[in-house]
T-cell receptor, first 117, second 111 residues
Framework: GAVVSQHPSRVICKSGTSVKIECRSLDFQATTMFWYRQFPKQSLMLMATSNEGSKATYEQGVEKDKFLINHASLTLSTLTVTSAHPEDSSFYIC?????????????FGPGTRLTVL | QKEVEQDPGPLSVPEGAIVSLNCTYSNSAFQYFMWYRQYSRKGPELLMYTYSSGNKEDGRFTAQVDKSSKYISLFIRDSQPSDSATYLCAMRRTGANNLFFGTGTRLTVIP
């Protein structure tokens, strides 16, 4: 149980284009999901907290207009990287907390590798 | 000072060895402690979850938390080549669900 999927697993795009990444909880509902980015040999950096039906909460230094987050249902959150540039190339990972889980355990997706040319 | 410190390694051990991985932290409000395993180009996988101080054992894995020293450990007994991965410690406060991660320790178990 507690499986989280991401799509796509890898994407290559041209500079200036927008890319959408999906995060789905497959066997549970998730009121809260998180988006992280991870650079090579570095730890996960929280970008934003996504709450179903409300606006996402962004961490300091993360541009909300560049990284659009939508959490329209209890099983799906999307991250759209708008006008992507090479410096946005990174590994993007989402996580989800099962609704009602008193331990607030986060279950992570497999990640999406974004390469911006 | 980072909230969570973790030696990035790399750490190489022979198969069968006992592995000790550690993290220190500065925020005494952290109450929940986790260890995640991350294989290359994959998302983190939850290994151990502990609350407050004490030990927790699950198969070959033992997690220890010493809140007085702000120090947590993960021990892997009888290490296997399949244990080769990056191990991330993570922690959070009561009432908050955002996690603070260490940088991860890259472990290689040599057959």
């Amino acid at each position: 149980g507690a499986v989280v999927s991401q799509h796509p697993s890898r994407v290559i795009c041209k500079s200036g284009t927008s890319v959408k990444i999906e995060c789905r909880s497959l066997d549970f509902q998730a009121t809260t999901m998180f988006w992280y980015r991870q650079f090579p040999k570095q730890s996960l950096m929280l970008m934003a907290t996504s709450n179903e039906g409300s606006k996402a909460t962004y961490e300091q230094g993360v541009e909300k207009d560049k990284f659009l987050i939508n959490h329209a249902s209890l099983t799906l959150s999307t991250l759209t990287v708008t006008s992507a540039h090479p410096e946005d190339s990174s590994f993007y990972i989402c996580s989800a907390i099962p609704s009602g889980d008193i331990t607030d355990t986060q279950y992570f997706g497999p990640g999406t590798r974004l390469t911006v040319l | 000072q980072k909230e969570v410190e973790q030696d990035p390694g790399p750490l190489s051990v022979p198969e069968g060895a006992i592995v000790s991985l550690n993290c220190t932290y500065s925020n005494s409000a952290f109450q929940y402690f986790m260890w995640y395993r991350q294989y290359s180009r994959k998302g983190p996988e939850l290994l151990m979850y502990t609350y407050s101080s004490g030990n927790k054992e699950d198969g070959r894995f033992t997690a220890q938390v010493d809140k007085s020293s702000k120090y947590i450990s993960l021990f892997i007994r009888d290490s296997q080549p399949s244990d080769s991965a990056t191990y991330l410690c993570a922690m959070r406060r009561t009432g908050a669900n955002n996690l603070f991660f260490g940088t991860g320790t890259r472990l290689t178990v040599i057959p």
